[in-house]
């Protein structure tokens, strides 16, 4: 049996990194970004075509 005082083989969990403000801003925003995109994917003038965005990325 072992005494609380001896050492014992068991590794101690490593605690979790700490998440910061930062972290649930930049989800927040990428929800945002993401969600004026399908909005402006559901209206018609604001499609993308797919042509023009080809010819911008140099294909």
Request: with cysteine.
């Amino acid at each position: 049996m072992l005494d609380r005082d001896s050492p014992s083989t068991e590794t101690p969990e490593a605690p979790l990194p700490k998440r910061g403000p930062w972290r649930y801003a930049g989800f927040a925003a990428l929800l945002v970004v993401m969600g004026l995109a399908f909005a402006g994917y559901l209206s018609p003038e604001m499609r993308v075509q797919w042509a023009n965005f080809a010819a911008l990325c140099g294909f």
